[in-house]
């Protein structure tokens, strides 16, 4: 699917890893030195940065660490400041570069064939919804799986975890990527394929 997107608008990932900037709409929670603690918004992103808009602005080659909605954690040093926002750049490893680079492509993708959410298309109730959430220290916490794709899971917890954590939905790794009152999004860290969530979930239903 993703090779025929590419195909389709001439957008692959090699062209998003030269640090073409992606214009994006994804909710930020960002935090600055002094604790300052701020909903932001991201207005375009490439592997080595972003822009934000934010209501609070930071002082020059501040560090900023921002949990960003489908993203995860990033951290940065504010470059540039602009009217209602700032500019930060980082320094990711080749690998960091590359799953940014995949997640701005499928983003840009998916905005240009109007798709509302990424795993709509997708989406399969399992037969047993609940399952456990274990998080990187070890708390483990019961879980009901609301839906469920190759790609993902939306969850009901009492917890809220942060955006970028990693986490373990069953046997399945993967990263928090939404996180709201009650309401969980997972990325899992590989594609499961339908007999994996079978064998996990039992049987799958179309999502209404």
Request: proline fraction near 3%; hydrophobic fraction near 40%; include cysteine.
């Amino acid at each position: 699917m993703a090779a025929i997107i590419q195909r389709s608008f001439g957008i692959a990932r090699e062209d998003v890893r030269r640090h073409v900037r992606v214009s994006v709409a994804l909710t930020a929670r960002c935090m600055f030195e002094d604790r300052r603690e701020a909903t932001c918004r991201v207005l375009d992103m490439s592997v080595g940065g972003a822009a934000i808009e934010a209501p609070a602005q930071g002082h020059a080659r501040e560090r900023v660490v921002a949990y960003v909605d489908e993203i995860g954690r990033i951290e940065g040093r504010i470059v540039r400041r602009f009217s209602g926002g700032f500019a930060i750049t980082w320094n990711a490893t080749p690998a960091r570069q590359d799953k940014l680079a995949e997640r701005l492509t499928w983003i840009l993708n998916r905005a240009r064939l109007g798709f509302e959410e990424g795993r709509r298309h997708d989406r399969i109730v399992p037969a047993r919804p609940w399952s456990s959430l274990v998080f990187a220290d070890g708390t483990r916490v019961r879980c009901r799986i609301v839906d469920v794709s190759p790609s993902g899971a939306a969850i009901h917890t009492d917890l809220r975890p942060a955006i970028g954590e990693p986490v373990f939905l069953g046997r399945m790794s993967g990263t928090v990527v939404r996180s709201g009152e009650g309401s969980v999004g997972i990325e899992f860290d590989h594609h499961q394929s339908r007999n994996d969530l079978q064998d996990q979930f039992g049987r799958l239903l179309a999502a209404e």
